[in-house]
């Protein structure tokens, strides 16, 4: 069945630093992909997402690039802020299906 | 104007109790989602209800009954309540008119059970 795999957190970084979390999938079918993000003490929220191979999404100076050929969709950031800090969701929904496959997520701490 | 709002937020009763966790969106979706989040932050999809029908049903047990009176509408019934059932409990829902795999989730802010 489909899956999602996602690296193992905790990642602890200093503010500024370069952020990548590792997300790479398995799809019977050609999925969409998505980034969701947990504040503590909060739901999940839309980070951003990519419907088709090659495409790029970007939110709040976060990019993920949706490779087909690698079957991956890792999450990068330039420059880490305190407030970056959260548990990171990788997800993929196949079309003509209803379910939403997540990854386990990965534990972001910032520190100043 | 909160998009998926459920009640309570936080729930704390004793093993063997039933309680109810409800759900509503006002964002005209068609699919209503239950996942269950543990200690270590893992998503389990429980249910899903398209416009008021029963799409998914993951291995959950019986003790766990959805009830979708409408399609803006899903409440969480859990009777003999028992300690693994401490966890998050979240409500999500998504517009599905055309089953594309690029609509996204939106999420409840989570009601929190604890089972002493």
């Known amino acids: 069945g489909d899956s999602v795999t996602q690296m193992e957190g905790p990642v602890t970084l200093s503010e500024e630093a370069f952020l990548t979390i590792n997300c790479t999938y398995t799809?019977?079918?050609?999925?969409?992909l998505f980034w969701y993000v947990q504040y503590p003490g909060e739901g999940l929220q839309l980070l951003l997402k990519?419907?088709?191979?090659?495409d790029k999404g970007s939110n709040k100076g976060f990019e993920a690039t949706y490779r087909k050929e690698t079957t991956s969709f890792h999450l990068e950031k330039g420059s880490v802020q305190v407030s970056d800090s959260a548990v990171y969701f990788c997800a993929l929904r196949t079309s003509g299906t209803y379910k939403y496959i997540f990854g386990t997520g990965t534990r972001l701490k910032v520190l100043a | 104007d909160t998009a998926v709002s459920q009640t309570p937020k936080y729930l704390v009763t004793q093993m063997g109790n039933d309680k109810s966790i409800k759900c509503e969106q006002n964002?005209?979706?068609?699919?209503m989602y239950w996942y269950k989040q543990d200690s270590k932050k893992f998503l389990k999809i429980m249910f899903s209800?398209?416009?008021?029908?029963?799409?998914i049903n993951e291995t959950v047990p019986n003790r766990f009954s959805p009830k979708s009176p409408d399609k803006a509408h899903l409440n969480l019934h859990i009777n003999s309540l028992e300690l693994g059932d401490s966890a998050v409990y979240f409500c999500a829902s998504s517009h599905d008119r055309d089953l594309s795999g690029a609509n996204v989730l939106t999420f409840g802010a989570g009601s929190r059970l604890t089972v002493l």
């Open positions: 209800y398209n416009n008021k029908e029963l799409i």
């Open positions: 964002l005209g979706h068609d699919t």
């Open positions: 990519a419907t088709k191979a090659d």
């Open positions: 799809a019977t079918g050609y999925p969409s």
